[in-house]
């Protein structure tokens, strides 16, 4: 069984909206992500040691490894968009040329993230690339696993449970975060995702 490991991120020192507090502090919930992936492994071990009398115990965690998994996942998507700092997407690029046919506009494509960001409750906003429908695709997932697109490519993945903001802004201020994130995206490594 092959342990995870913490992604290291190769972070800008100032984040325009977004400080390095609330980064510092949404990190510590990141590694725990990655320490509870492999914590549930190492139990469901030791538990199939005596399969009959813990059969429920390994059952449920079996469920709750996807929490885990796609806590640790999503957040690398998140944390690797803002390696860098801020890069603006190329115009030229594949990933451009398909938001253009899909929704018209770069700028489209960003109100449409936005009006999903308005889904009540935690979890995220992404935007799949559907390779057997050839369309963009975006999606809330609550929590960090449910409602996921089964065998999409995520493309970009927004966090919006209430940690990742509250540092720097109240409850009622999550359309100021959404606004903070998404000016200080690199969509270079985006387009590397498509
Ligand atoms: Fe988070």
Do not use: C
């Amino acid at each position: 069984m092959q342990k995870y490991t913490s992604q290291e991120f190769n972070l800008p020192q100032e984040i325009n909206g977004i400080s390095s507090k609330q980064i510092e502090e949404h990190l510590k919930l990141y590694a725990g992500y990655v320490k509870h992936s492999n914590l549930i492994q190492e139990k469901i071990e030791l538990l199939l040691q005596d399969k009959e009398q813990n059969s429920y115990i390994i059952s449920e965690l079996n469920r709750r490894f996807g929490f885990e998994f796609n806590g640790m996942r999503m957040h690398e998507y998140y944390f690797e968009q803002l390696e860098e700092g801020l890069k603006e997407i190329n115009p030229e690029s594949n990933l451009n040329q398909k938001i253009i046919n899909d929704f018209e506009s770069f700028g489209n494509f960003i109100e449409k993230i936005k009006e999903v960001t308005k889904t009540r409750g935690i979890g995220w906003v992404i935007v799949y690339f559907d390779k057997k429908q050839d369309n963009l695709n975006i999606s809330w997932v609550s929590d960090h696993e449910l409602g996921q697109l089964g065998g999409l490519q995520i493309i970009l993945a927004i966090d919006l449970w209430e940690h990742a903001f509250m540092v720097d802004y109240l409850p009622n201020e999550k359309g100021q975060y959404i606004e903070k994130y998404l000016e200080n995206i690199n969509w270079e490594k985006v387009e590397k995702r498509f």
